[in-house]
Nanobody, 121 residues
């Protein structure tokens, strides 16, 4: 059974910081990438940050220079350090895991239940 356990969400004032985490457990072929997406009211879900095997990272333009993603492979845990938070960062944040065996053509996406991050002005 695969589980993605998210933690660290909450309420913070504009300009403040939060660190959220996601720990993945269960049976995997091999995790290829982990990351975070978010969805705010009235908007589509969007990529915030992603980190792949080897450490390559991708960030949304809106968070570059403010957010930093990291990964602890031993714990199958991904972290997102969020600094200089803005009201526009308010959203439900969803942990994302890409798992699979690309050699044989199997790939799977898993999603956490989502945690609320609210930034007050």
């Amino acid at each position: 059974q695969v589980q993605l356990v998210e933690s660290g969400g909450g309420l913070v004032q504009a300009g403040g910081s939060l660190k959220i985490s996601c720990a993945a457990s269960g049976r995997f072929f091999g995790i290829k990438a982990m990351g975070w997406y978010r969805q705010s009211l009235g908007k589509q879900r969007e990529l915030v940050a992603k980190i792949a095997n080897g450490g390559r990272t991708i960030y949304a333009d809106s968070v570059k220079g403010r957010f930093s993603i990291s990964r602890d492979n031993a714990k199958n845990t991904v972290y997102l350090q969020m600094n200089s938070l803005k009201a526009e960062d308010t959203a439900v944040y969803y942990c994302y895991v890409n798992d699979g065996d690309y050699v044989v053509g199997y790939g799977y996406d898993f999603w956490g239940p989502g945690i609320q991050v609210t930034v007050s002005s």
